[in-house]
Nanobody, 115 residues
Framework: QVHLVESGGGLVQPGGSLRLSCRAAGINFRFNSMAWYRQAPGKERELVANLTRSDGNNYADFVKGRFTVSRDAPGNTAYLQMTSLKAEDTATYYC?????????WGRGTQVTVSS
């Protein structure tokens, strides 16, 4: 069974930084691509960044230059390093993976950017 768990969210002031983690069971991020999504209340879920097996990462325009996606060496954890956070970044952030067994989502971690 594939299981994804996000962590690292919290309350941060504008301009601050957070690092989100997506820990995986049943898959390995060396061999499976993944993506970070976010969803704010009343808004549709949107793609934040893609992490590919070939390390060719893609970012949404609204996070380019501020967010970085990566994985650890064993492939057990993917990260989203967020800097220069804005109030507009406030959302629940989700880890997503497509595998041969189907698509999987974590339950999300809340990021709140506020003074």
């Amino acid at each position: 069974q594939v299981h994804l768990v996000e962590s690292g969210g919290g309350l941060v002031q504008p301009g601050g930084s957070l690092r989100l983690s997506c820990r995986a069971a049943g898959i390995n991020f060396r061999f499976n691509s993944m993506a970070w999504y976010r969803q704010a209340p009343g808004k549709e879920r949107e793609l934040v960044a893609n992490l590919t097996r070939s390390d060719g990462n893609n970012y949404a325009d609204f996070v380019k230059g501020r967010f970085t996606v990566s994985r650890d060496a064993p492939g057990n954890t993917a990260y989203l390093q967020m800097t220069s956070l804005k109030a507009e970044d406030t959302a629940t952030y989700y880890c997503h993976a497509n595998t041969k067994w189907g698509a999987f989502w974590g339950r999300g971690t809340q990021v709140t950017v506020s003074s």
